[in-house]
């Protein structure tokens, strides 16, 4: 049985390449165990997803985010900057 050590090396190289047959099985057998483990690779794909969105996101320009400031937060800048 792989270590957790082993494991989360895996899942890294894993969203790299893809791994040999025997590996793959291992790390689906460990994680059904471990829910420690699990955790990590869900944690991975999310920072995955995250990072590909934003830099879809960048890739089109002039195209808002999605993401805005509170109108409070905008008005509590602004006096900052004034009050400067």
């Known amino acids: 049985m ?3 050590k082993d494991v989360t090396r895996l899942i890294s190289e894993s969203m ?12 689906r057998v460990h994680l059904l165990i ?10 991975l794909l999310l920072i995955r ?4 969105r934003i830099a879809a996101a960048e ?3 002039g195209e808002p985010s999605g993401e805005t ?3 409070e ?5 602004r ?3 004034c009050n400067s």
């Not at 790299?16 to 790390?27: E, F, M, N, Q, T």
């Not at 937060?73 to 800048?77: D, H, L, T």
């Open 59 to 61: 890739d089109r320009p």
């Open 34 to 43: 471990c829910r420690f483990c699990a955790r990590y690779e869900r944690q």
């Open 79 to 81: 006096q900052a900057i």
């Open 73 to 77: 937060a905008k008005v509590r800048i």
């Open 16 to 27: 790299d390449r893809s791994l040999p047959l025997r590996k793959r099985i291992g790390v």
């Open 2 to 4: 792989l270590s957790c």
């Open 69 to 71: 400031l509170p109108e």
């Open 49 to 52: 997803e995250t990072a590909r």
